[in-house]
Each structure stands twice: as C-alpha cells, then as structure tokens.
C-alpha cells in the first residue's frame, strides 16, 4: 500500500478541536495533533509569538511571517491572536475553550492563575475538557520554579550524560534538534490522546501535569536501568551507546570521506557466511587476505562473546568479521557501502545529515517529503512528512498561520 | 492520611492489545498503554524462550544470577503487560491467535517487514478475522519502499535518519546519541500511532492499518534544520556544523556546556538574551566580562569560540551544582550536568515527581523502573506489576479469556503449542 491517495478529509483525529496556547515547549504536540486530522486552533498575542521571531527566516529576511521554526511547528493548525492581559481577550479565551475538547499550554507554574485563566478557573465552563500543561519540571514539585531552555532539560535530566566521545575531556554533548522539548510534547500527545479515550467512554474530562525533566529522565535506555537494577554508572563513547565497559568503534569512513555506522561486529556463522558472500560478489576476497578466518567463523558455527577474550582463534574470527566490514566501508562510498552491507543482510547504514534524507530513493518512494504551498509567497517548499502513515493516506500538510490569520473563528 | 493506589489506571481499561512488540522500540508503545490500563497481552515464542527479544534474558542483572527471566532492560520495558506462550508454527497456535485477535482492539508489532505475513497475519487477514481491528506495524524502513527488507536497530535508524549525524561538536565524527533514543521514541510515537487509531475507532468504528518507519519517525524530529535547507539551501553538513552544544534555533550565546571542579563534572548554561548575558557575567566577574564585543548577541556569537574558552577557564573553578544555583537565582537557565546516581536518588524533583517506581517481578523480586512523566488527575498511570514471566499468564489468558479448562491448557502445554 502506497501513500497514493487521501484517506479523505481529516485523518484519524478529524472531529476533535484543540486550544494551544503557542509555546516554543508544547508546539510540536500541538503540531502532531494538528497533521493527524485535529483542529487545531494556536492562540498567540497580538503581533505574533516570539517564536516567530527566531532565525533562521526564509530568505534571511527577518520578518515574524518567515521563521523557520513557526513553519514547522505550525503546519495545519490555525492561528489566532488574543489579549490575555486584557479583559476582551480574557473572555475571548474562555469562549474558545468552551468548546475545545483538549488545551495544550506550557506557561510556567501560576502563570495562567494569575490571570484567572488555569484549569481549575475555566473547568465548570467545559467539564469534559483534556487539560494538558507541558512544564519543566512538572506544574508542582520542588524545582517547579526553575528556568530552563532544551539545553538545561537534557543536561539535568540524563541524555547529555551519555552522549559525546572517547575522550572525556571534551564536554559532553547536548543532541541536536531541541529533543528535550520534543520529547515533553510526545508525551504530552500521548497523554492527551488517553484522555480522549477514557472520556470516549465515560464522558470525564481530566488535567495533565507533563513534565520536561520526568520526560527525558525516563528516556535514557541503560543509562537508567543499569543503574535502578545494577547500580552501575554508563559513561559515553564516541558513537555509540554509553556503556559500563567501552566496546569497539561503530563508525568507518568511506571512501568518499562520509562516516558510515558499520554496525554491530558479526558472530553468527551466518553473518560470516554473508560476508564471504558480499566479498566473492565485488570480486575482492583476495584483496581482503583475511576470508579464510570468516570460513572458519562458518564452520565453527559463529564464536560466543565469552570466547572472545579466551580463544584465539575466536577473536582473530571476531577481529577478522569487524575488519571485512571495514575494509568494505573504505573502498566504496558511503551509500555504495550501506546497499552492499544491506543487500547482504547486514545492518549498518550510512550517517545522512537531515537534508540528505529528502533525496533518498527509499523516502521519496514512500512520499515521505512534501511538498507545502506557501500561496503567500508565491512559492513551494519541500517538509519533512509523517512520522507514520495511517491506512497508507498520503501526507497532507498545510502551511502555519499567518499572524491572526483566522481571527474570525473568535466571533 | 493514606492513599490507596489503585489496582490499573483506569483510562484505558476498556481497550486490549495483542501484543507482538518487542525490544523497546515496540515494547515500549505497549508499555505506555498497559500503564495507563489497557490490557496488554504480550505473545511470546514458548520454541525460543521468547529470545525473539534479544533483551529477554540480557544485562543489566540485579545479582549473581542469570536467566531469561532476570533481564533489567526486558523488565523495565515490559511492567504491568501480561504474558502467553503461543507456537505459530503451528496450526494449533495459529487457531489460538486467531481467537485472541477476535476479542482483541489492537494488534501491534516491530518484527522485520514481512514476518507476520508470512505466519499467515498480515493486515487482510487480520481483518478477516475481526473487521474493525487495529493493526499496527513499526520497523526501521516501513513496509513499503525500496529498502522495506533491510536491518535495523536503533543506532542503524538513528544514522539513517540524521539524528546521529546532529549531534556533535566542529571538527570530530558525530558523537551520536549514547543510547538507542528512537527506540524510545520509535515506542513512543508507534502508542501514538495506537492511540491515534483507538480515537478514530471510537468516533467511526472503523479499523485501519497503521505503517510506521522508525526512521521515517526519526527524521520527523528535524524539521527546522531540514527546512533551512529546503528553503535557504543551507545544509548541516557544512563546515562548522553541527555544533549541537550551541544554539541555532533560535542563536543564543553563551550557549554550552562548561567543566567544573570533579570527576567529569560538567555545567549547561543558556543565555536567551542581553539580559541574561549581564547577569551571567555578574556571577562569573571575569574581566572579560565588560568586554565590548560581547555586549551584544551579535557580538558575542561572532566571537563565541574566544568567550567559550573564557567561560570555560573560569567555571572550572566552580561546583556544578553551586553555579547552577547561583545562576538560576540571577535568572539564567542553567543546570548541572547529571550522572544517572545524582538524577536519580539525590533530585529532588524526580523523587518528588514518584518517577522511579517499585514493581514487583516474580523471580527478581521488588525493582525500580522508569515510571511516566505524566500525571493525570484522574486516570494516574500505575505502575506495580513488574514484567511477565515466559507464559506466566496462560492459565488467565486462555482459561478466563478464550474460557478453556485447565486440563486444555496442560495439553496445550504438553504438544508444545505454549
């Protein structure tokens, strides 16, 4: 099944109406609710919110109309601009919600209940509602107060701890793409739709604290639980995954100079036998010199971790594994090196930069790109598409709101 | 004044997943499910032990013993979830799915593109069974396309889609992620692909397949770099970049990470602003803090290297924790680099938050896991029951579901179908 054809209007979500205060934290859950079919109506004060006053701006032309992260974080939703601060605007706010089945914001603790606007002022006007606050550190709790941006969240909550080199006295490292405010949002979509579930079948609307820090606290893999059930403490290495002991580099340069991730070393006699394949196929066993040791490898049935260390001929087999992967790597290029490891059943892959994943033939085959009009600006342009594909209906993506662009939804 | 907690969330009690998901990119879409209440049960390969799980049975391990039930990653990722043993190679076995897909709302699973089809249960006959079931599949490529068949785990998915490639420091290969972050967020964003699918159920009583790649899911998390270069034709790959301890989105400086006194203990400092900067450099009262050049934004990210180096001379004079603080009190976003002991047991706000609950494993005994970072007020996840044991609910699952007698079940048992 391709992503041929819509699945007509709407999507999974279509029906349900989402207030979303803008917010640089929570505006990718709103985004996520918005392309999978929700209204999704984003209230920003007047002139606009500051996010849309972040470079980098299409063209390099600061204008509030052609920031990037508005652009994306904004596809499909509507936009109106309300007064908070002012009585009108207070009101026109409340009305709004009346008639919402889900609020997302990420104001800080006591922001909203300063101005008479937090869940518990606005319930009895739509008991049923879904109340979603995405906060640094939760809307309670000691740290609650506490100022942060992406960086401080990854670094207070456990990724930045695993991530980074060999060489510990480089800093560690903060992954790129504002992941700490992505990952609270994910959560927060999560949360929003099982409350949606919950009232489908009992009609009880209900809050939802979500915090940034819990968020990417309990998304560090081992670095956690090796430490809850073994007390052990992960440290990072270069590449790949932060670990109790250090393990053998993932990464290989190809022959046109690009980093490929070569994977994990082979030690089932499958595995070895796929690589004397893939080498009798591009004719270079002899050039290699080592294959006998990966015949071997197949005779003997592939060779245990534990025999690595203690058995000779196991490690020169396990060496001998790592080696043809990595001889591969260097004299093809990257991508020639990630379809002949894969055509051979191996997993390993090239490193894309982000753009690069636009123009490979995998994602372009299954729409993955998509094309958004920008009618305004008398142009097009190509955005990442769906995280995943419902009933094989093709991504359909809207541009962002202009500032106040459906003012009119206010009555 | 106590609290009881209850048994199950109640948020999802009504909906029921068979469950084929696995590792964690799958397993911990059904985690979220099963602690917010649904019924969750997990099939496993009674031939294999369930090792189609590679974490099954793997480290970490609390104490000197091993085995397939004493794994710490398969535990935590597969809390409140019940688990059967079920032979698909079988034609019994197969019968016994089909009346599990029958009284179930969701079928979900991360094998390798093709597997359930070729078991006779890709989507069709899926819904042949039941008409309105939800099926949802997650592999590293998807079931369509080019390189449907090709071999993932999370680092191939997170090099493939470019996650791996943005994080990273000038001049040095990419540092990566230290961890399989779209495994978790390969599980997370398949409970929303679920949730998703139950939502339009409920409103039309209509199933759907949904097909999700994981790096597809992956790439999704780019989306403003990859439009600077849609739309300005500016690549990441580009020299200089990626610099992920910086800010480009939107540029703010200082923007890093900086060493301190200790064992590898590292500070994160944001400067959002002007305003921010003079604060900062309050704290820090380095003579080179009046410096012209940096009084601007402007200035200061046109000579960021230089004042790196500056910031990082003098707080490696520091505490991480005391700057920390001394920073948040001033008014800039700032917070100590944590070491998973320091996050974990001696944060205020994660023990306040009740995220490290104690569930209850059969053979491992009481053991801490990653809790939810969401509270609901009404519908609270609940996280007690630790993982599932091989087949530990096959007496439930196939005497009180599918209503067979106990003597049934031990001939299942006795011809190798569970």
Excluded at chain 2, 34 to 54: F, H, M, T, Y
Excluded at chain 2, 133 to 138: E, G, L, P, Q
Excluded at chain 2, 269 to 283: L, Q, T, Y
Excluded at chain 2, 359 to 383: L, N, Y
Aim: charged fraction near 20%; glycine fraction near 10%; hydrophobic fraction near 40%.
């Amino acid at each position: 099944m391709e992503r041929s054809e819509s699945a007509g209007p709407g999507g999974p979500l279509s029906g349900l109406r989402v207030v979303e205060l803008a917010s640089s934290r929570a505006c990718f859950a709103g985004k996520l609710l918005a392309i999978y079919g929700a209204e999704v109506i984003v209230v920003e004060p007047p002139g606009g919110h500051e996010t849309r006053h972040w470079a980098p701006f299409a063209g390099d032309v600061e204008d509030p109309e052609r920031s990037l992260w508005w652009w994306h974080y904004n596809t499909n939703k509507l936009g109106v601009t309300i007064d908070l601060d002012d009585r009108a605007g207070a009101d026109a706010l409340r009305s709004l919600i009346a008639t919402a089945d889900i609020v997302v914001e990420s104001e800080m603790p006591g922001v909203l209940a300063a101005k008479a606007l937090d869940y518990p002022d606005l319930r009895s006007l739509n008991p049923a509602m879904i109340w979603v606050s995405v906060t640094p550190f939760g809307r309670s709790g000691p740290r609650a107060s506490e100022l942060s941006t992406d960086l401080t969240v990854l670094a207070g909550g456990g990724p930045v701890w695993s991530c980074g080199y060999d060489d510990h006295s480089i800093p560690p490292v903060r992954g790129g793409g504002n992941q700490g405010y992505q990952t609270g949002s994910i959560f927060a979509t999560m949360s929003a739709l099982t409350a949606v579930l919950h009232r489908g079948a009992t009609g009880i609307g209900q809050f939802i604290d979500v915090s940034l820090h819990a968020a990417v606290n309990v998304t560090t893999e081992a670095a956690t639980y090796d430490y809850l059930v073994a007390q052990r403490t992960v440290q990072r290495q270069t590449g790949r995954h932060a670990s109790v002991r250090m393990t053998t580099s993932s990464f290989a340069e190809a022959a046109d100079g690009r980093t490929v991730h070569s994977g994990v070393p082979p030690r089932s006699a499958a595995e070895y036998q796929r690589l004397v394949d893939w080498l009798d196929d591009e004719g270079v066993r002899e050039e290699y010199g080592e294959a006998f040791f990966l015949e071997m490898g197949v005779a003997r049935g592939g060779v245990q971790l534990n025999e690595i260390a203690t058995d000779p001929e196991a490690q020169a087999i396990f060496n001998a594994g790592r080696e043809a992967i990595r001889f591969m790597a260097e004299r093809s290029t990257a991508y020639e090196f990630f379809m002949g490891a894969q055509h051979h059943g191996i997993a390993a892959t090239v490193v894309y930069s982000p753009e690069e994943v636009l123009s490979d033939p995998h994602f372009v085959a299954r729409g993955f790109p998509v094309e958004v009009e920008h009618e305004d600006l008398g142009a097009s342009y190509t955005y990442l598409g769906l995280p995943f594909i419902c009933n094989g209906s093709a991504s359909q993506l809207r541009r962002a709101p202009r500032i106040g662009e459906h003012n009119g939804l206010l009555g | 004044m106590t609290t009881v907690t209850p048994a199950k969330s109640a948020a999802l009690s009504h909906i029921r997943i068979c469950d084929f998901t696995g590792q964690l990119a799958g397993a911990g879409a059904t985690r979220w499910l099963a602690a917010l209440g649904a019924q969750v049960i997990r099939i496993e390969d009674p031939v294999r032990q369930g090792k189609w799980d590679i974490l099954r049975g793997n480290e970490p391990f609390q104490d000197d013993r091993r085995g397939i039930e004493l794994g710490g990653g398969f535990q935590n990722h597969n809390v409140e979830k019940l688990g059967i043993t079920l032979n698909l190679r079988t034609d019994r076995g197969k019968e016994l799915l089909r009346q599990l897909v029958e009284i179930s709302d969701v079928v979900s699973e991360n094998f390798a593109a093709g597997v359930l089809e070729r078991w006779g249960f890709d989507y069709p006959a899926l819904r042949a069974i039941k008409d309105d079931i939800i099926y949802v599949s997650n592999c590293g490529f998807g079931h369509t396309g080019p390189y449907r068949s090709f071999r993932t785990w999370g680092p191939i998915v997170q090099a493939a889609c470019g996650l791996t490639f943005s994080s990273g420091l000038p001049g040095l290969p990419p540092a990566g992620w230290g961890y399989s972050y779209m495994d978790h967020h390969g599980g997370n964003i398949m409970a929303i692909a679920i949730l998703c699918a139950l939502v339009h159920h409920q409103r039309t009583g209509e199933g759907q397949w949904v097909d999700m790649s994981c790096t597809e899911a992956g790439a999704a998390l780019l989306g403003p770099v990859v439009l600077d270069y849609t739309v300005n034709g500016r690549p990441l790959r580009r020299t200089g970049m990626p610099n992920s301890n910086r800010s480009q989105f939107p540029p703010m400086a200082p923007h890093g990470i900086y060493a301190c006194t200790g064992d590898d203990d590292w500070v994160a400092v944001s400067c959002r602003d002007d305003h921010d900067w003079v604060r900062f450099a309050e704290v820090m009262a380095q003579p080179w803090c009046g410096d012209a050049r940096y009084a601007t934004l402007a200035g200061r990210l046109a000579h960021e290297d230089e004042l790196d180096l500056a910031i990082d001379a003098a707080t490696r004079s520091w505490n991480k924790f005391d700057l920390a603080a001394r920073l948040q009190a001033v008014g800039v976003p700032a917070s100590a680099v944590q070491k998973p002991a320091e996050r974990i047991d001696a944060d205020t706000n994660t023990s306040a938050w009740g995220l490290w609950p104690t569930v209850e494993h059969r053979e491992m005994g009481e053991v801490r896991v990653d809790g939810e970072p969401a509270h609901f007020s009404e519908t609270d996840w609940v996280i007690a029951r630790g993982a599932p044991c091989l087949g530990e609910h096959n007496e439930q699952v196939f005497g009180e579901l599918l209503g067979m007698t106990t003597a049934q079940i031990d001939d299942l048992r006795t011809d190798g179908i569970i």
